[in-house]
């Protein structure tokens, strides 16, 4: 891996080696059951949910079983079905795909096991609305959520009310088989009820934590949904009898990665300091906030003639108010960039683990001194990309996005921030 005198290899170096480390066939075999005399189903839906599955055949043989991922997200299997749907807003194949799963596991009996493989982007993915709403309805509510500036986890609390598979509702309808899910976590703090909104764990929030969420980010819903949030929900709670045979364990999440970075990183010498893996809010004001951190420790850095490293992860959110694509790792790039003002020996790398950023096919953008000097030479105005949320557009142009193509693994966003000594 490049040392921190190239800054750009350096630090796509250490996001690389924060993914290598989450690849479900180095975390998945450690967790797998032996096959048992009854029938072995495996399930799940997610960005990483294919490789997941692949990493099961790989260890226990050809399985049956039905898995839901992103469009250009599926590997080679034997035996269980990978099916591509669209994510962030559900399409007809997530539809259909989630109706054929229930009713794989819907005739299992107490001797049977289900393997569920659950990572982030299965909110979408794994799509039943519910009774009452259809697909455009569900499309529209969650358009509505991703440009309102929710986090994933308010908006998670929602589609699990207007869902029939969401916050529980799938481990039920695995019952009575023995369910262990195995998740990869994109969320912070880890909580399996939150990764891809909970289908195979019980749900303690209500319809009106719902309703409450999208009056507060002022998210306007299609009469449908509205009446479903009205009525009684579906989701399943944490001590309903059906999930009593269900297990849920973490394979792969966020601190793990931020950790795999860090060591790297000290190996070459440099001073890391955590910021911590569940850090969320706008991206442009983490990103102001860092950016001061790392101007008051520039003396620091120079005093000791040794590099300080910012680590962080979590998930930002965008408030979408122009007509870019968003994207909160490169708008955090952007924002921090504008706040660094081309202050000497500073450079930062954000990029999202999964390869996509937001609505963007790029997993995030890197800037450096020479960064908005470079960009106003070539009539790119920062402060208007910045404004209209079109980083992606800026960076773009200034050939500085991290384009990785998809990771086949999601444990949240990388940020890094790289301080060298003056001179």
């Known amino acids: 891996m490049a040392g921190p005198g190239d800054p750009r290899a350096f630090l796509t170096g250490l996001f690389r080696r924060a993914v290598e480390v989450a690849d479900p066939t180095r975390v998945l075999p450690a967790h797998l059951p032996e096959r048992g005399a009854g029938r072995l189903v495996v399930i799940g839906a997610g960005k990483a949910s294919a490789r ?20 250009g997200y599926a590997r080679p299997t034997e035996g269980i079905e990978i099916v591509e ?26 001797e049977d096991r289900v393997i569920a493989l659950i990572s982030g982007g299965g909110s979408s993915l794994l799509c039943a609305p519910a009774e009452g709403m259809t697909l455009e309805d569900k499309q529209a509510v969650n358009a509505a959520l991703l440009a309102s500036g929710a986090p994933i986890g308010a908006m998670n609390v929602v589609r699990k009310h207007l869902s029939r598979v969401k916050g529980g509702q799938l481990a039920a ?10 998740m990869i976590s994109d969320v912070p703090g880890d909580n399996p009820a939150e990764i891809a909104s909970g289908p195979t764990v019980g749900e303690t929030s209500t319809a009106a934590e719902a309703r409450a969420i999208l009056e507060r980010y002022g998210v306007e819903l299609p009469e449908a949904a509205r009446r479903v949030l009205a009525g009684r929900s579906g ?50 004001e983490l990103a102001a906030e860092q950016a001061r951190k790392a101007l008051e420790l520039r003396a620091e850095a120079t005093a000791n003639a040794r590099p300080i490293l910012l680590l962080s992860g979590g998930e930002c959110t965008v408030t979408r108010r122009g007509d870019g694509v968003g994207g909160p790792n490169a708008e955090f790039t952007l924002a921090a960039a504008l706040a660094l003002d081309g202050a000497p020996g500073i450079h930062v790398l954000a990029c999202d683990t999964d390869g996509v950023d937001g609505a963007a096919e ?54 890094a921030v790289l301080i060298l000594p003056e001179g």
């Open 52 to 71: 997941m599955a692949e990493a099961v055949e790989a260890a226990l043989g050809p399985c049956e079983g039905l898995v839901i991922t992103r469009y």
């Open 85 to 110: 749907a669209a994510h962030p807003v559900p399409d007809a194949a997530g539809v259909a795909a989630t109706r054929r799963m229930l009713a794989l596991v819907g005739g299992l009996g107490p």
């Open 173 to 182: 309808a695995c019952h009575p088989a023995r369910l262990l899910s195995l």
């Open 235 to 284: 989701v399943v709670a944490p001590g309903d009898p059906r999930l009593a045979g269900a297990e849920t364990r973490i394979v792969a999440a966020p601190s793990q990665s931020l950790e795999a970075a860090a060591e790297a990183a000290e190996a070459q010498g440099l001073e890391v300091r955590l910021l911590g893996d569940a850090l969320e809010g706008e991206a442009r």
């Open 362 to 415: 790029v997993a995030g953008a890197y800037a450096g001194p020479e960064t908005l000097a470079r960009a106003r030479a070539a009539g790119v105005d920062p402060e208007a990309a910045l404004a209209r949320n079109d980083a992606h557009g800026f960076f773009e142009a200034l050939g500085d996005q991290v384009v990785t193509g998809p990771t086949l693994t999601n444990v949240n966003d990388f940020r």
